[in-house]
């Protein structure tokens, strides 16, 4: 039976007094063969560390009572971990298990409303749950958690993600301790992603040659026709984009049901049938079709919105799949090179509630590390962005969800029916080389008001000539104390998915968040009214 320490404000202090309830409740709990597990909560009127709440239930020094330990309650009011090593095993009945992300307010709201799985928060969980096994705790471990997103969300998708958070977790503790965790099977190491190695596209018969079209303005040459089916590979620098026309197979439903957009990553990772053993086992649905003559099976699992996510390593045949699955196409002469080098991130829209689901799934399955989540102020209300990326920025995904269904990502949802990527930017060395050839191709960009460059000339001390030169070409600014940031957008492709080019200029990190509200009032004044129907 599970008891929590007295929050009324006229409740009684004093160990001594705590210690004497328990230990009559525990004789009576003896009488009815049932123990008590003695919580502090971390708002308790007078105990609210779990040192305190051991000291009581030390002094209780009865059989039938016991410590409850709660990793939100301890974690929450930032108290020290050392104590609870010191904690004999037999005395802990029980083991809740709970993050959340950091925020300033009170512990209850807190509690109440944000906590969630561990992994997908900011709490050390994993100090924790060392410390704990310092006493050689070995008991069943549980989730306590309260979240709103949780009771908005598929009751299955929840119980996967806990499921999921504690396989995760309890290899982490397993890393760190070197000694494996009886209720998991060993797993193998988060992968090392290297960056994307392709990036497919779904789109019918009607939507392919727009769609070729439109890359094509990007500076994109089409390098590779697929041995047998109709499926193209385009490329540019270090970048390799697919379109898939299939009438039949996997691309055909996914276009089919979404229209025509990205139904699957191509991640490149050190060992792709290790990663795919891990996917299994964190509960990762892993993804098979049939395979023609000359073709490779490449591991795969389903990601957001049913697409695909698939592996590809550099020590098997996979990492020839060009050159195994596609025949050479001379490049077009007529299109100009816009000097895109490589992915520099992804941006996918999710529904707000499946958002903690797409971190968990990218930082357990992947050695990937998230950022704070931070609010965007599109017109149509907030967006919640999150950022999953490699330390060296390889793979880098932000994650873009939002409450209000009038917002830019929440009308992606309802034009592809349902998550997926709805924007991809690519990093180019010289984006003033690469808006003009941008413009030379034909690709319209996204006008930028004229008023937000007398911004950018009062807060920076970049020379008259060169704001002028980023007008002209609609080029967005940002900076930090590490560099600059130059970005420019294209329009959206059918109501759809659009792109960014971007130029890094030293070891700037950031997206450009100071120019997202800019962004996407640019991008809603070309939207269509949502009462209008598509032409």
Known sequence: LLVCSNVAPDCLS????????????????????????????????????????????????????????DTWHTLARGTDLKMIGSIPKDRIFLLQIADAPKMDMDLLSWSRHFRNFPGQGDLPVLDFMQALDATGFDGMWSLEIFNDQFRAGSARSVAVDGCRSLIYLADQLSAKTGRAVPMIAALPPRSKCL??????????????PQL???????????????????????????????????????????????????????????????????????????????????????????????????FIDPKSDLGHVWDIEFKPVAPNAATRDASLVSVDHISQSMHYEEMLTWVLFYTSLLDLDKTRSEDVMDPGGLVKSQVVQSADGALKIALNASQSNRTQSSRFLNEAFGSGVQHIAFATTDIFNTAEALKANGVAVLSIPENYYDDVEAKTDLSVADIERMKSLNILYDRDANGEFLQLYTHTFDERFFFEIVQRRGPYAGFGAANAQIRLSA????ARNPAMPRT
């Open 212 to 310: 070729e079209k439109f890359i094509g303005g990007l500076g994109f040459q089409k390098s590779g026709q697929h041995i047998s089916k109709s499926v193209t590979r385009w490329t540019q620098g270090g970048i390799n984009l697919v379109i898939n026309s299939e009438t039949e197979g996997f691309a055909h439903s996914y276009s089919i049901t979404h229209g025509t957009g990205v139904c699957a990553l191509g991640l490149k990772v050190d060992d792709a049938t290790a990663t795919l053993d891990r996917a299994q086992k964190l509960l990762d649905h892993p993804f098979r079709q049939a395979t023609g003559p000359g073709e490779l099976e490449v591991p795969a699992v389903r990601g957001l919105g049913g697409s695909l996510v698939y």
């Open 14 to 69: 004093g160990i001594d007094r705590a210690a004497t309830d328990l230990r009559e409740l525990g004789e009576r709990a003896k009488t009815r063969g049932i123990r008590i597990a003695f919580e502090a909560l971390a708002w308790g009127r007078h105990i609210n560390d779990y040192r305190d709440a051991w000291e009581a239930v030390r002094r209780a020094d009865h059989s039938h009572v016991g410590l409850t330990l």
């Open 523 to 526: 991008q809603a004044r070309l």
């Open 195 to 208: 960056g994307t190695e392709f990036i497919e596209f779904a789109a019918d018969a009607a939507d392919a």
